[in-house]
């Protein structure tokens, strides 16, 4: 289905606050930061990695743009959960209504359904599900944030202060966090940039991007087709008009179309110089 594009000067839902989309930027950076210093790192022994390292200053400045990424990770993290708590006072007024709401990003039974349905659609069997605020795919991206924080960052911190660990655990701890922090963050870049990638940006229907966690707005076309549970419920209870929201200027667009380009051509560019380095060079 071909969304119609909406007129300049009409009024967009915003779909994200200006602290989401901060955070979400904040993340891309530190996010590739963290995966080319890691990547140089991890295929040293290849020419594509001495090339970068040397343009990142050698392979010690590598490590030290990494350590200065985690920490801005890890502040993102926390930063959101504080937003969580912000929210669920203002907003639901509590732990179980945001986490048992109708807009929880836990797993329900429905998004097993939307999964079982996409197949259908996919193959022609049946109709395109209709997606409520959010997707299970969004779902799935967003704890894996989760799981990357507590299993990459819990790894990358013993290696980081490793004297200060082995106080308490045995040494060979530290041999298991290396392969454990080497092996997840693979996985981790991997699928960023692969299928978190087509996810956001390569589908038909967004393709060549999609800018919404740019701006945080979309038109009232893209809110029905994408979330059509979500733009019925806004309009049965009377809060869509509270949510709409001027157009940004093109200008603004057009910085937005460049900073996702240049992440987009930067992971692809990693995903290509890790399939070379695993299948031609690997050590």
């Known amino acids: 289905m071909e969304i119609q594009q909406s ?12 602290l989401n989309r901060t955070l979400h930027i904040i993340m891309i950076v530190s996010f590739m930061s963290l995966a080319l210093t890691g990547m140089t790192l ?19 400045s590598a ?7 985690a920490v801005f990770m890890f502040g993102i993290f926390f930063a959101h959960i504080y937003d969580l708590a912000r929210n669920k006072r203002k907003e639901v007024g509590s732990w179980k209504a945001l986490l048992f709401g109708p807009n929880t990003m836990l797993f329900t039974k429905k998004d097993w359904q939307d999964f079982v349905g996409s197949l259908k659609w996919f193959l022609n069997r049946g109709p395109r599900p209709e997606f409520g605020r959010w997707t299970y795919w969004e ?5 894996a944030v989760f799981w990357g924080i507590f299993v990459i960052g819990a790894s990358g911190l013993m290696l980081w202060f490793s004297e200060f660990f082995t106080l308490f655990i045995p040494g060979w701890f530290i041999n298991v966090a290396t392969i454990i922090h080497s092996d997840e963050a693979l996985l981790a870049v991997g699928f960023i940039f692969t299928v978190h990638f087509f ?9 060549p991007m999609d800018l919404v966690i740019f701006t945080g ?11 059509p549970l979500e733009y019925k419920e806004l309009v049965e209870s009377g809060k869509l008009e509270e949510r ?23 992971g692809i560019s990693i995903v290509i110089w890790i399939v070379y380095a695993m299948v031609f060079a690997y050590r």
Do not use: C
């Open 7 to 18: 007129s300049p000067m009409e009024k967009q839902y915003q779909r994200f606050s200006r």
């Open 199 to 207: 996810n956001t940006h390569l589908r038909p229907e967004k393709f």
């Open 63 to 69: 490590g030290y743009i990494h350590r200065v990424a």
């Open 42 to 60: 991890k295929f040293s022994y290849t020419g594509w990695a001495v090339i970068l390292s040397h343009l990142l200053g050698g392979f010690e």
């Open 139 to 143: 779902k799935f991206d967003y704890f």
């Open 217 to 227: 707005r979309l038109s009232i076309e893209e809110l029905k087709f994408d979330k």
């Open 244 to 266: 709409l929201v001027e157009p940004y200027p093109p200008i603004v667009l057009r910085a937005a179309h460049i900073f996702g380009w240049a992440a987009l051509i930067t």
